[in-house]
C-alpha cells in the first residue's frame, strides 16, 4: 500500500467509527434523559450491538499496521500522525487482551455492578467485597499482558492521564494532605458560617428560570450547546457543535443546580472550542481526565463561587426569589456558598475538603495493587482514612466505601484525576489573572472574553498536546501544586476569618 492509500484507509476507518460512535452517543444521551424506561430492553439490545460492530471496526490488527506506520513517517500531515500515534496506544492495549477474557471481564463488570448496587442497598459490603477481588485480579491480568515495564497501577494512572505516575501522585497528595488537614480542622473549630438561607424552598420553576439567565450569561449558545435533567449531572457530546449537558435541580438547594450548571459549562465549553478540523477523529476530545475536569472546576470554582460572579448575577437571583434572599447581602449569600464541612460523600463535598476525598480513594486503590491494602475488612479501613483526614465517621457502608461506582467497574486510577484537575485549574487562573482582567470581565457581563482566553491557551488544542506541554505553554511552567494550595489557603484564611491563629 503507498503512503496515499494508507492515509485514505485510515480516514475512512477513523469516519465509520464516528459514524458509530455518533449514534451511541446520542442513544446514551437519550437514555440517561427522557427515553421512556419501559422500551430499554429493546435499545439496549440493539445498542449492544452496535457497540459490537464499533468495537470490531476499531479492532482491525491491519489498521494497527497502518497507524504504527504513519504515525513514524514524517512525510505525514502531523494532525494525522499524532491520530495515529493515540490510535496506536489503544488498539496495543486493547488488542493484547484475548477477546474472550474481554467478554468474561465485560461480564464480571456487569455482575460486579449489580452486586454493588445490592450491597449499597443492604449496607452490606460483604456482599460487593467478593467481586472487587475478582475486578482486581482481572485488571492484573489486562494490564500484565501489556507491552509495558510500568508498575501495574503507573499503567492504569496513565490511562486517565499521561505522564501521572505514582511517584508524582505520592508528592501531589502528600502536599495535599499537609497543608489541607490542619487547615480543615482550623476551619471546623473557627465560627461556623450561616448558609441556612440557601436552604429555603426554592420552586423549581424560578430555578429554572434562573438558569436560563445563567447559561445566557456563560454564552452557552443553543447552537451547538443543550441542556436537560438528570439524577447525576453529566456532560456529552458528539462533535465540537452538538454538546449536552445536564444538571439536577433541588427544591430546597438553591445552589446545587446552580453550581452543577457551571461545572458541565466548564466541560461543554471545552468540547466546543476544539479545533474544528479534529471534529470525528480521535483528537477531538479532552486530552485527559484532568485536564477536562480543571476546566469544568476552574468555571465552578474559581469563576462561579466569586464575589465577581455574583455581582452580575446575585440581583437575577434576588429578583427571582425575592422572599427568600432579599435580607441576604450578596457578600452573605457568596460566604454560604462556599462554606466548607467535612462530610462523608465526596459528591457532595465542598471546594476545600473534596481533595481529601481523592487522597483515601488514592492510598487504597494504591495499596490494593501494591498488596498492602487488602479487600478484606476494606470497610473499616476506608472508615479509618476517613477519620484520620476529615474526622468524619460512616455508620453506614453506603456513606462509605459504597459509595461510588466506579471500582465496580473496575475504574481504578481515575479517581485522583478529580484532584488534580482542580490544581491544573488553579495554575490556569492564575496565570490568565496576570494576562486579562477576569473579574472585571465577570462583573461586566463579558464572560466570552474569559473564554477565548481559554480556547487559544488549552481548548482548541483537543488531544494534539500532551497534558504537561498544554500547561508549560499556558502557564510557562510544569504542573505545581502550590499554586492550588496557596489559593486555597489564602481563600478560607480569609473567610473563616482564621488570621493571627
Ligand atoms: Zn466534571
Known amino acids: 500500500m503507498t503512503r496515499e492509500e494508507m492515509i485514505e484507509t485510515y480516514r475512512q476507518w477513523v469516519f465509520r467509527m464516528s459514524a458509530y460512535q455518533m449514534a451511541l452517543s446520542i442513544i446514551e444521551i437519550d437514555r440517561s434523559t427522557v427515553a421512556p ?14 457497540a459490537g460492530e464499533a468495537y470490531s471496526i476499531m479492532m482491525d490488527p491491519k489498521m494497527l499496521e497502518i497507524v504504527n506506520i504513519l504515525k513514524e513517517d514524517e512525510q505525514v500531515d502531523p494532525v494525522v500522525r499524532r491520530g495515529c500515534q493515540l490510535y496506536a496506544i489503544r488498539l496495543g492495549n486493547s488488542l493484547s487482551f484475548p477477546k474472550e477474557k474481554f467478554v468474561a471481564q465485560s461480564m464480571l463488570f456487569n455482575q460486579a455492578y449489580d452486586a454493588w448496587l445490592k450491597a449499597k442497598q443492604n449496607n452490606d459490603y460483604s456482599i460487593f467485597e467478593p467481586y472487587l477481588k475478582k475486578i482486581i485480579e482481572s485488571r492484573r491480568e489486562e494490564y500484565s499482558c501489556r507491552n509495558s515495564d510500568l508498575p501495574l497501577y503507573d499503567q492504569m494512572l496513565q490511562d486517565y492521564e499521561p505522564g501521572m505516575t505514582t511517584e508524582k501522585y505520592d508528592a501531589f497528595f502528600s502536599a495535599v494532605t499537609d497543608r489541607l488537614v490542619p487547615l480543615i480542622h482550623k476551619v471546623t473549630e473557627a465560627e ?18 434562573f438558569m436560563e439567565h445563567l447559561l445566557s450569561y456563560l454564552h452557552f449558545d443553543p447552537s451547538w450547546g443543550y441542556q436537560n435533567e438528570t439524577e447525576h449531572p453529566f456532560t456529552s457530546w458528539t462533535c465540537q457543535n452538538d454538546c449536552r449537558t445536564t444538571t439536577k435541580y433541588i427544591h430546597d438547594d438553591v445552589s446545587s443546580a446552580i453550581l452543577s450548571t457551571i461545572h458541565e459549562a466548564g466541560h461543554a465549553w471545552y468540547q466546543h472550542n476544539i479545533d474544528p478540523a479534529f471534529d470525528g477523529m480521535i483528537l477531538s476530545d479532552g486530552v485527559s481526565c484532568g485536564m477536562h475536569e480543571s476546566q469544568s472546576r476552574l468555571l465552578e470554582n474559581h469563576l462561579g463561587r466569586s464575589v465577581s460572579f455574583w455581582k452580575a448575577n446575585y440581583p437575577v437571583l434576588q429578583e427571582i426569589f425575592p422572599s427568600q434572599l432579599k435580607d441576604v447581602t450578596l457578600d452573605q449569600f457568596v460566604a454560604a456558598i462556599n462554606v466548607a464541612e467535612p462530610s462523608l460523600v465526596r459528591t457532595e463535598a465542598d471546594e476545600l475538603t473534596y481533595p481529601l476525598h481523592i487522597a483515601i480513594r488514592y492510598e487504597i486503590e494504591k495499596g490494593l495493587f501494591n498488596g498492602t491494602i487488602s479487600t478484606e475488612h476494606l470497610d473499616e479501613t476506608w472508615n479509618a482514612m476517613y477519620e484520620k483526614y476529615l474526622g468524619v465517621k460512616a455508620e453506614q457502608a453506603s456513606m462509605g466505601i459504597l459509595q461510588d461506582v466506579h471500582w465496580s467497574s473496575g475504574s481504578f486510577g481515575y479517581f485522583p484525576t478529580y484532584a488534580l484537575g482542580s490544581a491544573y485549574a488553579a495554575q490556569f487562573v492564575h496565570t490568565m489573572e496576570q494576562q486579562i482582567p477576569v473579574h472585571t470581565l465577570l ?59
Open 192 to 209: 461556623q458560617i450561616d448558609n441556612s438561607f440557601l436552604h429555603q424552598e426554592y420552586p423549581i420553576e424560578g430555578q429554572k428560570k
Open 443 to 501: 462583573e461586566e457581563n463579558r464572560f466570552d472574553e474569559i473564554e477565548a482566553w481559554l480556547k487559544e491557551n488549552i481548548h482548541r488544542h483537543g488531544c494534539y498536546l500532551q497534558p504537561q506541554d498544554i500547561l508549560k505553554q499556558a502557564t510557562g511552567e510544569g504542573a505545581d501544586v502550590h499554586y492550588y494550595l496557596d489559593y486555597l489557603c489564602d481563600k478560607y484564611t480569609k473567610l473563616y476569618d482564621l488570621r493571627g491563629e
Open 37 to 50: 424506561p419501559a422500551g430499554a430492553s429493546y435499545r439496549d439490545e440493539r445498542s449492544a450491538y452496535l
